[in-house]
């Protein structure tokens, strides 16, 4: 049953591009979202056919046929249903379902869309394949697939340059990340001589302990890239330039998220090496506070959510590393949700106010948009983690299992990002929704088509914490036992009922920082801001003064803020991999003067080949 | 006088050569026809030859359940499913490439009925060398398919283009050609035969400890040399670098059904001898002649990825990236076991498929002749002509190796191969080089999905043969992706590996 | 392998003599003989006419056409002579196998023909 999961999709996606001109209206919109839908029911029934079993007996392999046979190397078309492949499909085709049918508002009057709900009808696909696969190969089918259509759909508006250049960007990182992946998979093969879950993770511990460190580190080289990771960060901000549903969906709720996936699936390698999960560990949580410094320093409304969703994922990883893999899954299921709905908020308000993102050019929405402006508070209150929200649950749940597994130090920078995610989910809506309003055309609340799902996500934030509720032994962590152990328990560190104060203060410490600077009056910010930038209007400057007169008032951290968003994000990262392109490039352009045209050259370079070879034998002989 | 039955000469069996005789026969018929009735006979001939290439392919397939004798013609002919798979290979692109041809010479002006003649004559030279159990009858095969791809690429030779493409073509050919020859002579005197098992058997000897008497002691040493230099004779057949300079310039010269049908013929067609010689004759030297092969892999990847970046010509784009195919064919040849030749046989099936039609739709958006060759006649090209650009998308997928497409499939076989071996580095730079190929198959899609095209129109002149010609091998990209079981089960038979290879306890 | 190469001694052995004998006559020659050039003594050819024009010069390709046939039936003809001496033990199947052969190059013959390559004009 579970490889019907990914059919519904694939079938709409085959329609779309073979008929697509035919669909008129939004009727392909709902054509996609029926079938995402009808993935979601069949998803579901494969829930309720797990829960009627007994929990170790929790798990599904359904062969379809044998995919490649040659020689020893056999990998077949094999699908699995357990628990944590369930509850990623469920998120991806529910989460998928809603943000699809806000789509069908937010792309109205798209002359392509039909191929826009074509493209997103073969990414749930192959996203689903990603999540549903049973062996490694299948696996990274949908992993590539799923990139491609991100990268398709980020350059869905290719009129504009920038995104076409940043659809081939996130292209070309990500690729890096798969490579490594590739690598992995083929160590993992030769090592093991097959490549099904089953047999790789039930031998995974008696591996020696370099090649699992080596196999655990090449799939984290490819989960960083997928997932917008330090080193192969730069992509996610860029990539915002595709249509918001695109961001919410892809680049929020899912395919970044898919490297938690690959991680917590393959938990078992993870288990076997100390190595590999400290690493996984310190790239989460680098990447969780870097994430959240950029985030700060951000004006443009959805660049401001990506680097906080490349924190959040940050968080994600962080649990994955300190052997908390459940919990890491309950954080992609609540942050798929509140960040779902916080896109989408972003989305109504971009599309209210004709396509402005820039949130020095909003504020006071919420009066325009009131609907919305509740809709959005209610993510934020979620993904900040302040009680009852969803987020609360589950980030914080993160930060005490770092405390409780005895990793103190980490736990501490942990409560930094804590902080840090109350402080930019705030100022964002500070800016947005509250004070004066600074637009430049009349805005106008978003149709029902757009705010029904958003209210069904707010409503899913306000829930979702319940999966983890202590009192019931939190659901979904009981529920992936089987596949992936508990987190650590009470017993080293402070008290669960401290950790539980000690973060929620903090959060609340963050909320109170941005309401301070940019939602209490008591600071005319924008005011402020604007005679700086008048001092010195030198392009970038004007954007970063900002943070220089934030470090006065509100300390070293938007000092630092900055210095990650300019020196590190776009100075080292990204010159690396324009270099590493540039590199390439150059050694094209020198190559290609050989081809002279010139046969005698030929003939030369012919000669030198036959030197080689003969310099090779005479050396064997 | 001696009576008539008294001297011995081997048993004529001809029926493993029938595809052959077949393709030969129709080619002769051609040119009678041409010769005898000129004018305007380009339907007709083409048709004929379309028959013919089908009578030599169901010939072919018949061969598959050959219960007569494995080595016929005095040694020279091998008659086993290798050589199967490889002509029905052949013919494949030989049939494509007919429909392409006549479509472009019925538009350029260019027809003359010798074309479809060389065509025949090529094809048949690419199908003989794969059954070759001998290398006289491989250096003839390779004779007589080259010589007639030299013609077929100044076939337009007003165009100064395609003139100097034959001519460089043909004179490096002939020193590449001068090699190999040099390497038949060398390994005649290393061994004292010419026959593939016989050379191996006879390396067997002085590898053994003990030797019998009586026997012309063979030279290891003159026999690497030897293989080495008919190495680099198939090295310059299927573009391994450095011996690769000719294809850029040849391909991007000759006409672009011809460049199709080379660049997918010649090189399933040298590479199945490639892979003959030295798993059969120079199988016992096995682990002299590997290291030298992953060097020449590494470096033909590499060169033939990163230089096809600089390029701003589609064909030549396409050309360099056939370079770099056949560095990924060449890994698994390098992996040395009979996994590899079966990665090897089902990458080579793959990449013919998918160049041929990767070519034949440039054909059909230069329209007439060599026009709109640029990647800027690319814009828009999905929104002008679904069809064309969509087909097109997806073979730069497979030869990007993205899934689920079948040079995915095919790239991950080939690599688990050399995985298999042991070759780590190798297979580092391949993936690497894979990296890079993915760029600029990438950009081209870049082009035709995401810019604004400068004009509206469809490219002109498609008609159901030439949608069929390309439509088939696109859906076969899929097929192959998503049930390359087809292909690995018919792979799967030992004896599809070539006849006598391997059996020297490897 | 050494008593293989060794073998081939002889004949490196004769090479070196003979590149030897040359080289040391020329020396000899250019040593011993005087040198006093005068400009009849500089030009070509010392008697008759003086070479005109480039010396790259285009041949028509008819000749290469000719020279081509020629080969072909050369080839042929060497062919059939000791097929001639044989063909009587070797029985019916290789008189077939010839006039198959013959035929072929017959077709290419007409060929030529039609394609009026027989024409010199």
Redesign the interface.
Known sequence: MIALVPLFPLAAAAILLSTGRRWRGASAGWLASFAVAASFAVALAELSSLLSKAAPARHVITTL?????????SVDISFRADPLSSVMTLVVSGVGLLIFVYAIGYMRGDPRFPRFFAHMSLFVFFMLVLVTAENF?LL??GW??VG?CS??LI?FW??RPSA?AA??KA??VT??G??AF??GI??I??KVHSLDFEVVFHQAPALAGGTVTAIALLLLGGAVGKSAQLPLSTWLPDAMEGPTPVSALIHAATMVTAGVYLVVRAHAIYAATSAGTEAVALVGLITALYGGLSAIAQDDIKRALAYSTMSQIGFMFFGAGIGAPSLAIFLLVTHAIYKALLFMGAGSVIHGLHDEQDMMKMGGMRRAMPLTGVLWIAGAWAISGIPPFAGFFSKDEIISAASLSGHTVMWGFALVGAVLTAVYAWRATFMTFFGETRVEREPHESPAVMTGPMTLLAIGALLAGLLGLKATGGVLVRFLQPVVGLPPQAGQGLSESGLTVISTVLALVGFVVAWFVYGSGRFDWVALRVRLAGLKRAGMSAFYLDDVYATVIGGPAKLAAAFTAFAIDLRIIDGIVTWMARG??M???Y??R??S?L?R???L??L???V???W??AV?? | MIPAATLPHPPLVFGPLSPELVLVGAGLLVMLIDALRPGNTGRFLASLTFAGIVAAGIAAALLWNWHGPTLVLGGMIAADRYSVFFRLVILVVAAIAVVLSQHYLERSGEYRGEYYALLLFATAGMTLITASADLIMVFLALEILSLSLYLMTGFSFRRLASAEAAMKYFLLGAFSSAFFLFGLALAYGATGTTNLAGIATRLLFTLAPTQPRGVLLPSPALALVAAAFLGIGFAFKVSVVPFHMWTPDAYQGAPTPVTAFMSAGTKVAAFAAFLRVYTVAFGPLTNDWRPILVVLAALTMVVGSVLAIAQRDVKRMLAYSSVAHAGFILTAVAAGTAEGVRDAMFYLAVYAVTIVAAFGIVMLVSVRGERNLSLDDYRGLARRSPFLGGGLAVLLLSMAGIPPTSGFVAKVAVFSAAVRAGFWPLVLVAVLASVVAAFFYLRLIVVMYMREPEVAAAPAGETVLTRLAVGLPVAATVLLGVLPGVLFDVLAHPSVLPLGGFGFGL | MESYFQSYGVLLGLLVAGVGLVAVAFVAARVIAPHRPSPSKLTTYECGMDPVGEGWSQTQIRYYIYAFLFVIFDVESVFLFPWATAFVRLGMQAVVEMVVFVVILAVGLLYAYRKKVLQWA
Do not use: N, P, S
């Not at chain 1, 046929?65 to 190397?73: D, Q, S």
């Open positions: 046929y044998r995919w490649v046979a040659v020689g020893g190397f190969l990274y089918v590539e697939g491609l990268y398709l350059g290719f009129e076409a659809a081939k292209f070309v690729r890096i798969d490579t590739l690598l083929l160590l093969w030769a390439v490039g050694a094209a352009v190559g290609r050989v081809q045209g046969v050259t030929y003939a370079v012919f030198v080949g036959v080689g070879v003969l090779y034998v064997k002989i």
